[in-house]
């Protein structure tokens, strides 16, 4: 459907683009890099900060499963909504801003109700801006390579979620959560600063697609209804949606695992960003790796998620902390591989013009599954650590079963 000036009534370029497409996928790198700082940084010690307000380990993974789900299961709304609107810098910056407002909330909270609505609100910023951010991603990977570029992001994305903790770990250390909290305000202004430098540099990131590619799909009519963006998507992107659905119904939150160090002193309430800090170091190195072995051998390497994810709660609901520094590498491998391939994957997996649709499903799908594990997991926690186990163990070998179906039917090449 077109407006009175025979447009499409999607966002048009406003002008060339100034950045090369590496160049481009680096500069997003860097806004992401100053908004990890933000949110990373308050999620190293979100649990512990939650306990001061006398919430279980039951309720941390509650809130933070919750927090989770907002980030990933709004996706289902946000992605197709970046499909019909084409809009997809004012949904990036508007999720940003949602974000780096919300952090810095958390040091007013006076109950728990409202720390708890900070932490969902800050998440529910990431459900808003991913969808379209990594549509626009996956656009300039087309000259980048697709594992590659998703891993470069992840890389600088992580650099930010390392300096985080380490700057709330000083702040806590110096007085406290809430001065922790406070002064995350300024990486998330250099976030936003980043942000519209790059829109202005890059106005029209689906013009780094192929001629004929996603921009020609992006200016074709929109679905009539917005179910249509969910149905057609193929047996292989379903397989692969249950093989991430039950790989994270066993991956803890951080929270959770940050709970049992600080209610067990474990490890000292200062100390905690920085165990986080060292996941997040890994996190960017495995980010890299795994990117780079998608482009070779494709969803092959993802059979490594659930051999690390099946390792993490024998070492970090340990009482031992070589253990638990151990078990936070692995944890942060992980969330490595979750955060570059698993992503590059989806790209692959859906047609260019429903990449925000695809996203968005994907996200709801592995929100939902991350919110009942959570919440799972933080209760065995406090009742059987041996049950926990069980479950853990359980669930990944399920997820290597259906990843085996997914290499039978497709492939392990090639998604």
Not at 114 to 133: D, H, I, M, S, Y
Not at 348 to 373: C, E, S
Request: zero cysteines.
């Amino acid at each position: 459907m077109t407006d009175a000036g025979g447009t499409t009534g999607r966002e048009p370029p406003a002008a060339v683009n100034r950045l090369s497409p590496l160049g481009f996928v680096l500069g997003f790198g860097v806004v992401s890099m100053f908004a990890d700082v933000v949110y990373e940084g308050a999620r190293a010690v979100i649990g512990p900060y939650l306990a001061t307000f006398g919430a279980s380990a039951a309720l941390v993974g509650l809130i933070t499963g919750l927090g989770e789900a907002a980030a990933l299961v709004s996706r289902v709304f946000t992605g197709p909504l970046a499909d019909r609107t084409g809009r997809y810098w004012p949904l990036s910056i508007t999720g940003y801003l949602v974000t780096v407002v919300a952090v810095p909330a958390l040091a007013a909270a006076g109950a728990f109700w409202q720390a708890a609505l900070a932490v969902v609100g800050e998440r529910f910023g990431k459900a808003v801006r991913t969808p379209a951010r990594d549509t626009m991603l996956a656009q300039a990977s087309t000259g980048v390579g697709r594992g590659r570029a998703f891993a470069y992001h992840e890389a600088l994305d992580q650099a930010g979620a390392l300096i985080g903790p380490l700057l709330v770990a000083g702040m806590v250390a110096l007085s406290g959560y809430r001065l922790g909290f406070a002064v995350l305000a300024v990486p998330g202004a250099a976030a936003l600063v980043a942000l519209v430098l790059l829109r202005r540099a890059a106005p029209d990131p689906l013009a780094y697609s192929a001629p004929g590619g996603a921009r020609a799909a992006q200016g074709a009519a929109p679905p009539a209804r917005w179910g249509a963006h969910w149905r057609g998507f193929s047996r292989a992107y379903w397989l692969y949606a249950a093989f991430t659905a039950l790989s994270v119904g066993g991956y803890a939150t951080f929270a959770v695992l940050a709970y049992h160090l600080e209610v067990r002193h474990i490890v000292a309430a200062a100390v905690i960003p920085l165990v986080y800090a060292v996941a997040m170091g890994v996190d960017a190195l495995a980010a890299l790796a795994f990117g780079h072995l998608y482009d070779r051998i494709g969803l092959r390497g993802l059979a490594a998620v659930p051999v690390l994810t099946a390792a993490i709660p024998f070492l970090s609901f340990s009482d031992r902390p070589a253990l638990v520094w151990a078990g936070a590498a692995v944890w942060g491998a992980a969330m490595g591989v979750h955060e570059s391939t698993m992503r590059a994957a989806v790209a692959d997996l859906v047609p260019d013009a429903r990449r925000g649709a695809g996203y968005g499903t994907f996200g709801a799908i592995y929100g939902l599954a991350w919110l009942v594990g959570s919440t799972v997991i933080g209760a065995l926690s406090s009742v059987s650590l041996g049950a926990l186990d069980i479950l853990v163990v359980a669930l990944q070998v399920a997820s290597l079963a259906v990843l085996a179906v997914l290499f039978h039917s497709r492939g392990p090449k090639r998604p």
